[in-house]
Each structure stands twice: as C-alpha cells, then as structure tokens.
C-alpha cells in the first residue's frame, strides 16, 4: 500500500468528490514541486515505446478526459509518467454543468457516478491555456465536444493545431444532446464535416454497449470511423446508471464494474476493425495486470481515470514496471509484440 492509499486518499475521501478535486487541482498549481518529483514517477524505456496514428508516445498509458476538463494541470500532470494527456473534454462556450451534487463515490467496488455535463471554462479559455502550456515532454489529445457539428468545428479548428490530436467526446451520457451523434447518420455527417480540416490523429470516444442490438449500432459508428480516416476509438465511456444521490437522479458510472466489458468491448472491435485501427482502452483499469490485459485483448493504448483517483500518482509507474516484467520475461523485445489473445 502507498503513501496515497493509507493516508491521502481517505483524508481527501473525507471531503465531497469536487471539493477534493478542488484540493487536487490546487496541488497541482505548484508547478515545480511535480517536476522535481519528476523521476519518483517516470519509467524510461525503449521497450514501452510505441505510436498511434503518428503520434510517438513514451508508454502507452493516458489519463483520460474529464479529470483535466479545463487544461489547467497538464504541465504538472505530464510529471508523473503519463505517455499522453487527454485534456477536456472542451466546449465552445462556457457552461455551468448540471445542479450539484453531481458525483458520488462507491469506494466497495471502486467506482464513481457523475452526472456533471460538462461543466467547462470554454473554447477560448481552452485555447489560451494550450497555447501557455511548455510541457513538451508527452503528447497531448484534445478532447472536444458540442450540441451541433457547428460546435464541434469551433472546436476542432481551434483546438487541432495546439494537440498531438483530437478525441471527440459523443458519448457523455449526462449532456442532453450530444447522444444524437451515436446514429449512425448523424455520425456520418459530423465526420464528414471534419474531415477535409483533418491534419492530426482523430479519435472517437464511443459508449459502452450491453446488449446486440447497441453492439450492432456501436459497431456501425466504427465502420463510419473507417470510412471517414479516424485514426481510432476510444472504448469506452461511462455506463448510464440511476443514482438519487445526484441532483438529476442519474448519472455516469466509472471505474471497475465496467472493466469486464471494457475488455469484451476492446476484443470485439479488434476483430471487428483489424490490425490496424487503434483502440485506447478506458474503464476499469487500476492496476498493471488491468492495463496488461486490456493490451492483449486488443488495445494499443490504456486511459486511467477513475483508477487514477482511487490509486493516486505512483499507478502509471507500476503499471509500466509490469508491462516490462511481462516483455522481460516473455523475452519479447517490445510493447509492440505482446501477444494479442483471442476469445471472449
């Protein structure tokens, strides 16, 4: 057990879920105490290397969207051993989110529900933030959104030359709206809208899926990612869930419940989608035998959020010294030739 465990997290567990993320980002602001803790969290080696749609990353893991929502922490973030940062999810103008409370913790199973609808500073806020941002050392995703392709254009033309690349959020089940681009027709043509703008990796955050008839529809949004050049998916958000402890009675559920399925999920795709598409596995994932699994299901890339919560900053660390002891004792040479299994 880490310093984090015993004694941070249940004096930040006293505290209601934004309040201590309040706490978190105001640790966060001391920008050189987090790089000269730099090499307490870093893991160097060749062998985690690997690349996404172009984009070289030093270890495949991420942070997902929604803990940086308005790229305030990125340069303290990219310290503790990240391999890229998806920072938002931005939107084009300013929004308060939904009535508090709107997240609620289950420390039994380590998971979260919020319902926070993308509360966000704006696009401009955004910008200027990414454009003072000097932590050069890991790439960085932008994640966006919006109720129209209007939006998401604002956005992506905004945003797209300041990141590494751009993930578009559709699947955030407690903003009203956004939902519509998970039809099929509507995804088609919000791709079809981005992609002569498209000049970096593109990526799209799908919905979880439970049941044949959403697993057919989710499966169509891949085929329009294929047709349209994204260069990859993200699989996948949080699960809608009814929750009367949050003022809207309902909310997005995270962390390990939805692991099982983020692995199904992954495998499906993969076979669905071939060799070559990219999938960043995200839900559930707290330790380095999660992320390891998930990489030999299929996934090219790992994104911690709710783990990251409940585990703190020395994670990414113990999840790279795993990844290295599997290479090193299989006697593999890189992340690269890890084995994909097969099978539900």
């Known amino acids: 057990m880490s310093i984090y465990t015993n004694l941070i997290r249940p004096l930040l567990f006293t505290l209601p879920p934004e309040r201590a993320q309040k706490l978190a980002e105001v640790a966060f602001q001391a920008k050189p ?3 000269t803790l730099r090499p307490f969290f870093q893991v160097d080696d060749e062998r985690l290397h690997t690349d996404v749609g172009g984009i070289h990353l030093p270890n495949p893991i991420g942070l997902a969207a929604g803990y940086d929502k308005d790229c305030r922490m990125i340069e303290s973030l990219s310290n503790l051993g990240f391999g890229y ?4 999810t931005v939107v084009a103008e300013p929004r308060q989110g939904n009535p508090r409370p709107r997240i609620a913790r289950n420390p039994s199973e380590h998971s979260l529900v919020n319902s926070l609808g993308f509360p966000s500073h704006g696009l401009k806020a955004a910008a200027d933030r990414l454009k003072r941002n000097t932590s050069r050392g890991i790439p960085l995703l932008a994640s966006i959104s919006g109720l129209s392709i209007e939006d998401f254009s604002h ?3 905004t945003l797209q030359p300041l990141a590494s690349g751009v993930e578009l959020n559709i699947s955030s089940p407690n903003t009203e709206g956004i939902r519509m681009f998970q039809e099929p027709p509507q995804l088609e043509e919000l791709l079809s809208a981005l992609k002569p703008s498209k000049e970096k990796p593109l990526f799209l955050k799908l919905p979880p899926y439970f049941d044949e008839a959403q697993r057919s529809r989710i499966l169509e949004l891949v085929d329009m990612c294929l ?3 994204v260069d990859g998916v993200t699989a996948a958000n949080t699960r809608p869930v009814e929750d009367d402890r949050l003022a809207v009675g309902r909310g997005g559920l ?3 419940p939805l692991y099982p399925h983020m692995l199904r999920i992954v495998r499906e795709i993969r076979r669905h ?3 070559k598409f990219i999938i960043n596995a995200c839900g559930g994932i ?3 035998e999660d992320a390891l699994s998930a990489l030999q299901a299929g996934a090219n890339t790992v994104q911690l959020f709710t783990g990251f919560i409940y585990e703190g900053p020395g994670l990414m660390k113990r999840i790279n010294r795993h990844i290295l002891n599997f290479i090193e004792r299989e006697g593999i040479l890189s992340l690269g030739a890890i084995p994909r299994e097969s099978g539900d």
Do not use: E, H, R, T
């Open 155 to 157: 956005c992506y033309q």
């Open 286 to 288: 707290s330790s380095g």
């Open 227 to 229: 047709k349209y050049g």
């Open 85 to 88: 940062i998806v920072a938002g």
């Open 254 to 256: 995270s962390g390990k």
């Open 33 to 35: 105490l987090w790089k």
């Open 273 to 275: 989608a071939g060799d």
